[in-house]
């Protein structure tokens, strides 16, 4: 079984890889499908349950699938050896008294920094995003345990496979855990103790793995194949709220976040009647101890079709743009939702052609084949790349400092400091010849 058939399956399958790992999938009260992995042990006669997906990823199934299969040939019960772990484990917290456990110095951590005003995104709190990090990233042995006892080996044990795999989830857990345990020495909270989350210059960064994810630039597309890459986006949009938030924020060059955390709230409307989405300053980069305006993006005729024809749900102005319908609440995508979405585009094209959606000047380390393209890249890059060639694309010249305003971009103190309010009229020129652009294929095959 792949990640794309599991989430695509709606009756219990056999995952393959490991005999007897199976994914049973039970139908809620509510109508919504459950979806749980389970290990049927034909020599005990018995069923085990690993854990229910997606808080279980797929890999982590098969890894945990297959260590339960020795264990039972080796006579060990694993399921009653994890219960008794767990057990241990609460225990062991209750007797620590009033000693803080790791879970409940983050937690408090986040609510001293928030009454300060840190973290003011109200569509992504962060005890949310810690919230995710306990139940998909963090062991109980973790979690549970007061901070006195954690050291540098549990960190590395629970993290170096991620740290080598993914780009920047375990760098923003080890940065947050090593922040919230040197504020908890200096209110007090612990005793004073060398910080077991701290990578650089600490013995958690020797435990780590030294190959890490590439990250770098974002791979970007050549905007010279942008028109034909969104001929086959649109393509999607009517069934995939994935494809016309990614259209969006293609359109409106805007950052990964500020795309999928769109709320209609921020469509508004000048007083000459021109759309634009006003994005407050709070969930830009660029914050607003720097820029006292919010971001404001023109929207062309393009963007705004798009956002005339999306499907609404619910009548509450905060509402997100481009929900997450799945997930039966009002959340938006996650990125890891685009990026799927562009490696299914780009499987397809390369079928087609054997060049797929690349980067032509990006080649993976390892296997030195070309990478994808990203959100960010065909958003920021391929929009700036194409905006900065009036010759070669055919559209009027537009200033160095007209693009930078309409990527957000501020890089120089008096350049902040004079600013009170982004030259609109301009930048409406350029978005609307860049969706004239984007769309260019499209009037072409009519």
Same mark, same amino acid.
């Given at each position: 079984?792949?990640?794309?058939?599991?989430?695509?399956?709606?009756?219990?399958?056999?995952?393959?890889?490991?005999?007897?790992?199976?994914?049973?999938?039970?139908?809620?009260?509510?109508?919504?499908?459950?979806?749980?992995?389970?290990?049927?042990?034909?020599?005990?006669?018995?069923?085990?349950?690993?854990?229910?997906?997606?808080?279980?990823?797929?890999?982590?199934?098969?890894?945990?699938?297959?260590?339960?299969?020795?264990?039972?040939?080796?006579?060990?019960?694993?399921?009653?050896?994890?219960?008794?772990?767990?057990?241990?484990?609460?225990?062991?917290?209750?007797?620590?008294?009033?000693?803080?456990?790791?879970?409940?110095?983050?937690?408090?951590?986040?609510?001293?920094?928030?009454?300060?005003?840190?973290?003011?995104?109200?569509?992504?709190?962060?005890?949310?995003?810690?919230?995710?990090?306990?139940?998909?990233?963090?062991?109980?042995?973790?979690?549970?345990?007061?901070?006195?006892?954690?050291?540098?080996?549990?960190?590395?044990?629970?993290?170096?496979?991620?740290?080598?795999?993914?780009?920047?989830?375990?760098?923003?857990?080890?940065?947050?855990?090593?922040?919230?345990?040197?504020?908890?020495?200096?209110?007090? $909270?612990?005793?004073?103790?060398?910080?077991?989350?701290?990578?650089?210059?600490?013995?958690?960064?020797?435990?780590?793995?030294?190959?890490?994810?590439?990250?770098?630039?974002?791979?970007?597309?050549?905007?010279?194949?942008?028109?034909?890459?969104?001929?086959?986006?649109?393509?999607?949009?009517?069934?995939?709220?994935?494809?016309?938030?990614?259209?969006?924020?293609?359109?409106?060059?805007?950052?990964?976040?500020?795309?999928?955390?769109?709320?209609?709230?921020?469509?508004?409307?000048?007083?000459?009647?021109?759309?634009?989405?006003?994005?407050?300053?709070?969930?830009?980069?660029?914050?607003?101890?720097?820029?006292?305006?919010?971001?404001?993006?023109? $929207?062309?005729?393009?963007?705004?079709?798009?956002?005339?024809?999306?499907?609404?749900?619910?009548?509450?102005?905060?509402?997100?743009?481009?929900?997450?319908?799945?997930?039966?609440?009002?959340?938006?995508?996650?990125?890891?939702?685009?990026?799927?979405?562009?490696?299914?585009?780009?499987?397809?094209?390369?079928?087609?052609?054997?060049?797929?959606?690349?980067?032509?000047?990006?080649?993976?380390?390892?296997?030195?084949?070309?990478?994808?393209?990203?959100?960010?890249?065909?958003?920021?890059?391929?929009?700036?790349?194409?905006?900065?060639?009036?010759?070669?694309?055919?559209?009027?010249?537009?200033?160095?400092? $007209?693009?930078?305003?309409?990527?957000?971009?501020?890089?120089?103190?008096?350049?902040?400091?004079?600013?009170?309010?982004?030259?609109?009229?301009?930048?409406?020129?350029?978005?609307?010849?860049?969706?004239?652009?984007?769309?260019?294929?499209?009037?072409?095959?009519?």
């Amino acid at each position: 079984m792949t990640e794309k058939q599991l989430k695509a399956t709606v009756k219990t399958t056999a995952c393959g890889g490991v005999p007897g790992l199976v994914l049973k999938v039970t139908k809620l009260k509510d109508g919504t499908m459950a979806k749980y992995f389970i290990l049927r042990e034909s020599t005990l006669n018995r069923i085990f349950t690993l854990g229910r997906y997606p808080q279980m990823s797929l890999a982590e199934a098969f890894k945990k699938a297959a260590e339960w299969k020795a264990k039972i040939k080796q006579g060990i019960d694993p399921s009653e050896e994890e219960k008794a772990l767990k057990a241990s484990l609460r225990k062991k917290s209750a007797q620590s008294d009033d000693r803080l456990t790791f879970e409940q110095l983050i937690y408090k951590w986040i609510e001293f920094n928030e009454a300060r005003g840190r973290w003011n995104n109200p569509n992504k709190p962060k005890k949310d995003v810690w919230r995710g990090f306990f139940r998909n990233h963090i062991p109980d042995s973790i979690r549970m345990l007061p901070v006195e006892e954690l050291t540098p080996e549990m960190f590395a044990a629970a993290l170096s496979e991620k740290w080598r795999t993914m780009i920047d989830t375990p760098e923003r857990i080890l940065s947050d855990a090593r922040q919230a345990i040197d504020w908890a020495i200096r209110s007090e $909270l612990i005793a004073p103790m060398l910080n077991p989350a701290q990578v650089k210059d600490g013995k958690l960064g020797d435990l780590l793995p030294l190959m890490r994810a590439e990250g770098g630039h974002e791979p970007a597309l050549p905007p010279k194949r942008m028109p034909l890459f969104f001929a086959e986006l649109m393509k999607l949009v009517p069934v995939s709220q994935t494809a016309r938030c990614l259209a969006f924020a293609i359109l409106t060059a805007a950052r990964n976040s500020t795309a999928r955390e769109a709320t209609w709230d921020e469509i508004q409307q000048d007083d000459e009647g021109n759309w634009l989405h006003v994005i407050p300053r709070g969930r830009m980069k660029v914050k607003s101890e720097k820029i006292p305006f919010d971001r404001k993006t023109p $929207l062309s005729p393009q963007a705004l079709e798009l956002l005339n024809t999306a499907p609404r749900i619910g009548l509450d102005s905060n509402a997100f743009i481009f929900p997450n319908i799945n997930k039966g609440k009002n959340s938006p995508f996650t990125r890891d939702s685009v990026r799927a979405l562009i490696k299914r585009m780009h499987d397809k094209q390369k079928s087609i052609d054997g060049i797929g959606w690349i980067d032509p000047d990006q080649v993976h380390a390892k296997t030195g084949k070309p990478r994808i393209v990203t959100l960010h890249g065909c958003a920021r890059a391929t929009f700036n790349t194409w905006a900065k060639d009036a010759k070669g694309y055919g559209h009027s010249k537009f200033a160095k400092d $007209l693009r930078e305003s309409c990527l957000d971009h501020r890089n120089e103190s008096y350049q902040c400091a004079y600013d009170r309010e982004q030259a609109l009229g301009d930048m409406r020129e350029v978005f609307d010849a860049w969706g004239e652009f984007c769309f260019s294929a499209m009037k072409r095959g009519k």
